[in-house]
């Protein structure tokens, strides 16, 4: 069976079997070629399920709208590390979620209506295909994963400040504040984004260059030590600003200073909501 | 026989306004194609297809200044901005343009918003009809076509080596200098057929399915990010703060959109519209049944932006679709 023949099967017995009360996986879009998320609720709707390349969407974000009900999900490693974050930081409860972990293939260029051949510069770099956490896998598991490189990341650092200052200011000049790239972030789930508080106010209305600068930075920032890089935040992102080049170099970072990666498992405290007292990294010596 | 322009003589005089006006026209910036303001008129994207956002913000910015807080001299004074720039859109599509009319109603119904009537007055917009139609625009079935010259002030359609020009308003003729235009024997390519929706008494339809748990459905996959309201050519709320800004305080407004957490919280932190579901409906109640009932048009012009923008694949075609289907039923 393919992946989607399996994943149909699965959700069919799950639901059928009342295991779970709904499953999240994926169907065809209105373009005809790309996917979208479905939510199946009735065994016989199952069959729409289907999985291929064009499956980009990071699902685990939906967990958080079905908090205590028995869910099945459709998951990619990436998603899969997304899944273990929201356990880590106790947003989910492992038991209430079924994992359908998908050996990942690498997800595909897409636009409206077309769909190419080339993988996601993020799946290019991505080293893992198999989910590190599954409670049933869709394919064959693979060999030991190779180390995780930045490339992208070392090419910014190889510019000066001002270089990379002119690059992210004209970057986020284009900004438009959707928050798409929030609301798509399986790791922002505050129930009042810092951009929308009043008291204190951190960052005004203006669609402006000025507000875009400190938007951009803060929600990289919050993310800091806990993307998953699953690039949800560029893929959705409408004028195409490179967003995920900014969560990458801070797990770059998070990975050189406490050799930590988030949702590698769903039990390591995370660095930054961790105190150790002989923890200096070398700062401010 | 046509009025003409060669596209060389309409690039020298786009160049000639250019020099006394803010001349904006679609131009690629990295992989997208906006509306702004050109530099060199060789930059002018003359590709079909719609720009990625759409030129509402020449209008309705982004973000604005209504007045700031003058306080010299020991006293207190409001003072309102004002549009001093006279612009001119070009290459605007009969659905942006539109778009355009339909904001008229809402912002120019008295008492007019100061500003956009300013904006509207300073404004020409000499549009492009549209030779061939994207597979995602459905426009004739929201009250326009690709070739519709009404809402424009001069309306160019692509011809071999230049185009034909209607005239279509006196703001037009002021701004052509005599004898630019030639006679030529040419006419019009066929308008390009346009994917059609059921969009027949979908007002009707909208009321008959408020309580549907349809939109419930619906909103299980949508992310309640702000790109469908943002890319739109019609959405026009906007949000209104007073800020400090070098010195004086200004009170501005911004793009917002009923899609955003909070966007109808009130004072006490109560939310009418907290659950994903109602939140998602307003859209479409608003586009397709609110706009309708009050302004007697559909708030969408079928430009097809929501379509191939949304992240998750909220397709209004196919919500209208859906929406005719279920007043069937509950019919019956």
């Known amino acids: ?285 | 026989m046509s009025d003409y322009i060669s596209r060389a003589d309409l690039l020298s005089w786009l160049e000639k306004v250019s020099q006394s006006r803010d001349l904006v026209a679609p131009v690629k910036i990295e992989d997208l194609t906006l509306f702004q303001k050109v530099e060199r008129v060789e930059d002018i994207v003359f590709d079909p297809g719609n720009t990625d956002l759409s030129p509402k913000e020449f209008f309705f910015p982004k973000s604005e200044v209504l007045f700031y807080v003058d306080r010299s001299d020991g006293r207190v004074e409001l003072v309102p901005a004002e549009v001093e720039q006279e612009t001119v859109i070009f290459g605007i599509r009969p659905c942006d343009a539109k778009g355009i009319a339909v904001l008229d109603l809402p912002y120019l119904e008295e008492p007019a918003d100061a500003l956009y009537r300013q904006h509207r007055e300073k404004t020409t917009l000499v549009g492009l009809s549209c030779v061939s139609a994207c597979p995602e625009c459905f426009c004739t079935s929201m009250g326009t076509t690709p070739d519709d010259a009404s809402n424009v002030d001069i309306m160019l359609t692509e011809v071999e080596e230049g185009f034909i020009v209607q005239v279509v308003t006196e703001k037009g003729k002021a701004l052509l200098p005599e004898g630019l235009l030639s006679s030529k024997e040419v006419s019009p390519p066929a308008a390009p057929s346009v994917a059609s929706v059921p969009s027949e008494g979908i007002a009707e339809k909208m009321h008959q399915v408020f309580d549907s748990p349809y939109w419930d459905r619906l909103a299980d996959r949508c992310l309640h990010c702000n790109v469908c309201s943002y890319v739109c050519p019609t959405c026009y709320c906007f949000d209104v703060r007073d800020l400090r800004s070098g010195g004086r305080v200004e009170r501005v407004r911004s793009w917002e959109s009923c899609q955003s957490p909070g966007f109808t919280k009130i004072a006490g932190g109560y939310d009418p519209r907290a659950a994903k579901g109602p939140r998602l409906r307003q859209r479409f109640a608003h586009k397709l049944l609110y706009f309708v009932e009050k302004f007697g048009v559909t708030h969408c012009v079928g430009c097809g932006r929501c379509v191939r923008s949304c992240p998750v694949n909220i397709d209004i075609r196919e919500v209208i679709q859906d929406v005719q289907g279920l007043g069937v039923k509950s019919e019956a």
């Not at chain 1, 990619?76 to 079924?98: G, S, W």
């Not at chain 1, 490339?151 to 284009?174: G, H, K, N, T």
């Not at chain 1, 798509?184 to 000025?210: K, M, N, Q």
């Open chain 1, 1 to 285: 069976m393919n992946a989607t023949e399996q994943i149909v099967a699965k959700a069919r017995e799950l639901l059928e079997s009342g295991t779970v009360e709904c499953v999240i996986g994926y169907e065809r879009a209105t373009d005809g070629v790309n996917a979208r998320p479905l939510f199946v609720y009735q065994a016989e709707e199952a069959g729409k399920l289907i999985f291929d390349q064009t499956c980009a969407h990071n699902l685990a974000k939906y967990l958080l709208n079905r908090k205590g009900k028995a869910t099945a999900i459709v998951a990619k490693p990436c998603d899969v590390r997304a899944v273990n974050l929201l356990i880590n930081e106790h947003q989910v409860e492992r038991d209430k979620v079924l994992i359908i972990g998908v050996v990942c293939p690498g997800m595909v260029e897409t636009k409206w209506g077309r769909v190419s051949e080339k993988l996601r510069q993020a799946c290019e770099l991505c080293r893992e295909h198999t989910p590190v956490v599954y409670d049933f896998l869709v394919g064959e598991p693979g060999d030991e994963e190779a180390a995780v490189e930045y490339p992208d990341v070392a090419r910014m650092e190889a510019l000066s400040i001002e270089e990379r200052r002119a690059f992210w200011e004209e970057q986020f000049s284009r900004c438009i504040r959707c928050y798409a790239c929030r609301q798509a972030c399986p790791g922002c789930y505050c129930s009042e984004c810092f951009a929308e508080r009043l008291d204190p106010l951190w960052v005004g209305i203006r669609i402006a260059p000025s507000e875009s600068w400190i938007w951009n930075t803060m929600r990289a920032f919050h993310l800091a030590g806990r993307c998953i890089g699953c690039n949800q935040c560029e893929r959705v992102c409408p004028m195409n600003i490179p967003l995920s080049l900014l969560n990458r170099k801070l797990e770059k970072e998070t990975l050189e200073l406490f050799g930590y990666r988030a949702g590698v498992d769903a039990e390591t405290p995370a660095p930054f909501a961790t105190f150790r007292k002989d923890e200096k990294l070398e700062v401010g010596e």
